[in-house]
Nanobody, 126 residues
């Protein structure tokens, strides 16, 4: 079973940048679609981005397109989320997860993912 640990979250000013990391252990994730999600206080967890096993295909929620970039390094069992031009509405706890093998294409639904990490807090505020 895979374990995921997110890191890199912190307080950042509006317009700033951050890169989050998600390190997997227990098994390789090189054949898995991986995703980033976020949850703000009092709100539902929502999809942010997903990446294919090779890294050749990605999907983003509309509000982060052009600002966020998901990537992966299978040699170190890690995925990343680069976040630029951060806004206060990006404030949330960010989680990574593994897409369930039964889904043949990149999925954006929360139910399509499993093996959630504990998350890392991103706060965008001046």
């Amino acid at each position: 079973q895979v374990q995921l640990v997110e890191s890199g979250g912190r307080l950042v000013q509006p317009g700033g940048s951050l890169t989050l990391s998600c390190v997997a252990s227990g098994r390789t994730i090189s054949r898995d679609v991986m995703g980033w999600f976020r949850q703000a206080p009092g709100k539902e967890r929502e999809f942010v981005a997903t990446i294919s096993s090779s890294g050749g295909s990605t999907e983003y929620r509309d509000s982060v397109k052009g600002r966020f970039s998901i990537s992966r390094d299978n040699s170190v069992n890690t995925i990343y989320l680069r976040m630029d031009r951060l806004k206060p509405e990006d404030t949330a706890r960010y989680f990574c997860a593994v897409q369930k093998a039964v889904y043949p294409v990149l999925a954006v639904a929360i139910d399509a993912y499993e093996s959630w990490g504990q998350g890392t807090q991103v706060t965008v505020s001046s």
